[in-house]
């Protein structure tokens, strides 16, 4: 077994520091002084075989500063009495940080706590969990404390991030911060004024009463006879949410598609209009009673992820139909037949017969390893014949 050297205690010392255990007791957390630190040490057998080398080990640990080294008499059947080190302690946080070259960043760090303990006392104990996420910080941590004070004399209100007039503070500094403002506003501000079905940073503005970036839709009328807007009849059309819900027209099919250049070249289709999908989040689409009425397809990858997004899809829209993604479009263009990477594998519940046994094919890789048709791959040919065969 290998015996414990000198640059193993102060390993374990670097330890300590690096869970920022060292800096707790400066934050007014529990102090782990005296820290013993683990030593193991020669046995018996190798004080016959290895003598020199223990007397070696022994002297080297002897020579350690800052650190206190307690020995022990041992009564061996051939060497007789013999005093080797027992146990190692590092007795004080000075002696610590002089062993790990630290002194200089504790000192920064008291420095932030003192600056807290004036400022904002209720953020002491976040100190004392994070010392060493605070220290990252040590730069801007009087601007985050001055984010806290403006945040507990204005809860939730109710403008952009970017409109916080604090001197001194930097207009993106906020939205740089969300991470940590997280963690610092939830240990200080009333209740009230924290939103606590929201979270995350995409949450922050909502969770703390800021006014948020209005969602977007955007669309394409296919229908050269509708009129959407006043004197608008076609182009690339983006509205607020709360615009598009109001919309009123004789739309019956709407198209979703993922991909840019198809929602662009998307042909004319009467009663029609096209929309840029989103992936995974539809929630723009929620509360709208005109679109509810109308006939939805969805044109996504042929693949585990496009199907998913159709079923994701079908939780607000049941009736939801897919287009351009069957078995029949899948084989027609094997040519152009892409790499899918991370497949999803688990079940979809909402999809139809011939679209889940599709997708059993594809996430079972019975096709072909993680196969995948981007719908950008499909052609425009293909498109135009599966829009005159629709009722």
Known sequence: MTWTRPADLVA??????ARGALLVPLAGGESPFPLRLKLRGPASADLVDRFDEVRTWAAELGLLRHMRIETRQFRHRVRGISTLPHEAWVDSLGDALALVGQTREAGVFAHMVQLTRDRQPGLLGWLQARPMQALALASDWSHLLDVVAWMQAHPRPGIYLRQVDIHGVHSKFIERHRGVLIELFDSVLQESAIDA???????FQRRYGFAAKPDRVRFRVLDPALSLLPGVTSGDITLDVDSFR???????RIFITENETNFLAFPAVAGSLALFGAGYGFEVLDGNTWLQQSRLYYWGDIDTHGFAILDQLRARFPDAQSFLMDRATL???ESVWGWEDNPLTR????????ERRLYDDLRDQRIRANLRLEQEFIGFDRVRSVLAGLD
């Open 12 to 17: 374990q010392v670097r330890k300590a520091w």
């Open 197 to 203: 079905d929201a979270g995350g940073v995409t949450g």
């Open 347 to 354: 079940d979809l519940l909402r999809l139809r017969e011939e």
């Open 246 to 252: 109001a919309l009123r027209c004789g739309v019956t």
């Open 331 to 333: 084989m027609a263009f």
